[in-house]
Nanobody, 115 residues
C-alpha cells in the first residue's frame, strides 16, 4: 500500500519558518510529480507548490519567493521550506504524488501561523 507520511507541521509566529517533509513508500518515487496542497478553514484545497520528475518547481503566487520545494529521490522525500510565514498560511498541508492517472495523498499536517 502506497504511503505518504508528512511531518514538520506545528505552530510558528508570523515571520517565522517551518520545514515540511513527506516521505513516500511503495512507489517508484522518481517517476512521480510531487505536490504540496493546503486547505485553510472554510476554504477549498489549493495547490501550494509542485516539483516535477526533473526537479522543476512551481509555486502558487501567494507563496512565491517565500516557500521552496525540493526533492531527494535517494530518500523518496520531498521538502517544503516555508519562510517569512503569514497568518494566512495557516492550513492543513497535504503531500501529493501524481503520475498519469495515479494520485496518492498523505493524511495532512497542521500548520498554524500566529500573528
Amino acid at each position: 500500500q502506497v504511503q505518504l507520511a508528512e511531518s514538520g507541521g506545528g505552530l510558528v509566529q508570523s515571520g517565522g519558518s517551518l520545514r515540511l517533509s513527506c516521505e513516500a513508500s511503495r512507489i517508484d518515487f522518481s517517476t512521480f510529480n510531487m505536490g504540496w496542497y493546503r486547505r485553510a478553514p472554510g476554504k477549498q484545497r489549493e495547490l501550494v507548490a509542485m516539483i516535477t520528475t526533473d526537479g522543476t518547481a512551481k509555486y502558487a503566487d501567494s507563496v512565491k519567493g517565500r516557500f521552496t520545494m525540493s526533492r531527494d529521490n535517494s530518500k523518496n522525500t520531498v521538502h517544503l521550506q516555508m519562510d517569512r510565514m503569514k497568518p494566512e498560511d495557516t492550513a492543513v498541508y497535504y503531500c501529493n504524488a501524481g503520475r498519469w492517472t495515479e494520485a496518492y495523498w498523505g493524511q495532512g499536517t497542521q500548520v498554524t501561523v500566529s500573528s
